[in-house]
T-cell receptor, first 116, second 114 residues
Framework: DTGVSQDPRHKITKRGQNVTFRCDPISEHNRLYWYRQTLGQGPEFLTY????????KSRLLSDRFSAERPKGSFSTLEIQRTEQGDSAMYLC??????????????FGPGTRLTVL | AQTVTQSQPEMSVQEAETVTLSCTYDTSESDYYLFWYKQPPSRQMILVIRQEAYKQQNATENRFSVNFQKAAKSFSLKISDSQLGDAAMYFC???????????WGAGTKLIIKP
């Protein structure tokens, strides 16, 4: 396993179009996280999954955003009716969590979205 | 609400010298975790070092060490013998545990001068 992968790495779209990103976590990891990172800022949490269950969603995640992790493996993040403000780097991370102790999150390379 | 502040948008250091990146945080909790992550240009975020708040001893990983001042809510990162490969954005982050989200600072861009 070579780590967390994300596809595509770059996406340019026109305002109003729908886009979908994919994240493949490290295979034995049960947690999967999505973050958004704008230029010059730290990541902002969007949502996370424990296996296939989506356990938390940020208030940043508007109705136009939806995420799935259908079989507890890869995940998709879809943005409908994209807006210019959606332009950002979308990061995926995964970890193995057992109990309450922190476990390291491993990040993918990100998908850079540009909305024209 | 928990917040993380990195007051240095950019730092530069001569290769082989030592640099310290600052981070302060605000929390009312007593048990938590603090992290420094590195994000090289066009590459993924990686964990540099982690500190558990209940541990008094400062964490160290090779050339990277932290100065954790719990009462002052300060968590600085010291990089010794800076190398060109250390050039990156460095993010300080806070977390209450695995069931809580990472709270991130805005980052410090570290430039290494050859």
């Amino acid at each position: 396993d070579t780590g967390v992968s994300q596809d595509p790495r770059h996406k340019i779209t026109k305002r109003g179009q729908n886009v979908t990103f994919r994240c493949d976590p490290i295979s034995e990891h049960n947690r999967l996280y999505w973050y958004r990172q704008t230029l010059g800022q730290g990541p902002e949490f969007l949502t996370y999954f424990q296996n296939e269950a989506q356990l938390e969603k940020s208030r940043l995640l508007s109705d136009r955003f939806s995420a799935e992790r259908p079989k507890g493996s890869f995940s998709t993040l879809e943005i409908q009716r994209t807006e210019q403000g959606d332009s950002a780097m979308y990061l995926c991370a995964s970890s193995f969590v057992s109990g309450g102790a922190y476990n390291e999150q491993f990040f993918g390379p990100g998908t850079r979205l540009t909305v024209l | 609400a928990q917040t993380v502040t990195q007051s240095q948008p950019e730092m530069s250091v001569q290769e082989a010298e030592t640099v310290t990146l600052s981070c302060t945080y605000d929390t009312s909790e007593s048990d938590y975790y603090l992290f420094w992550y590195k994000q090289p240009p066009s590459r993924q975020m990686i964990l540099v070092i982690r500190q558990e708040a209940y541990k008094q001893q400062n964490a160290t990983e090779n050339r990277f060490s932290v100065n954790f001042q719990k009462a002052a809510k300060s968590f600085s990162l010291k990089i010794s013998d800076s190398q060109l490969g250390d050039a990156a954005m460095y993010f300080c982050a806070y977390n209450l545990g695995s069931n809580y989200q990472l709270i991130w600072g805005a980052g410090t861009k570290l430039i290494i001068k050859p």
